[in-house]
């Protein structure tokens, strides 16, 4: 049974940072490709960055340059370092995970994932 399972949300104020974490089980982590996704209330879900088997990474434009995306094989986890965080990341934060033969590949589809996390919920103050 796969378990991705996020944590490290909260309520930070604008300029802060979090860091979320993503620990996997049942998968063979280094098969796949991974992925941070966010939801506001009432907004569709969004990619945020994503990083592949090998760690090359992809990240949305509202996001690049404050935001980092990392996993660690060893311990079946992803994360995401959120620096100069703004109201507008506000959402809940899910992690995905997606099977690739490709090590370089990224999604950005929300479609193309395989499991999903519950998700934790950022809220970042004005």
């Known amino acids: 049974q796969v378990q991705l399972v996020e944590s490290g949300g909260g309520l930070v104020q604008a300029g802060g940072s979090l860091r979320l974490s993503c620990a996997a089980s049942g998968l063979t982590f280094i098969n796949y490709a991974m992925g941070w996704f966010r939801q506001a209330p009432g907004k569709e879900r969004e990619f945020v960055a994503g990083?592949?088997?090998?760690?090359?990474?992809y990240y949305a434009d509202s996001v690049k340059g404050r935001f980092t995306i990392s996993r660690d094989n060893a311990k079946k986890s992803v994360y995401l370092q959120m620096n100069s965080l703004k109201a507008e990341d506000t959402a809940a934060y899910s992690c995905a995970a997606i099977l690739r033969t490709s090590v370089m590949a990224i999604s950005t589809s929300t479609g193309d994932y395989d499991y999903w996390g519950q998700g934790t919920q950022v809220t970042v103050s004005s």
């Open positions: 990083i592949s088997r090998i760690g090359s990474t």
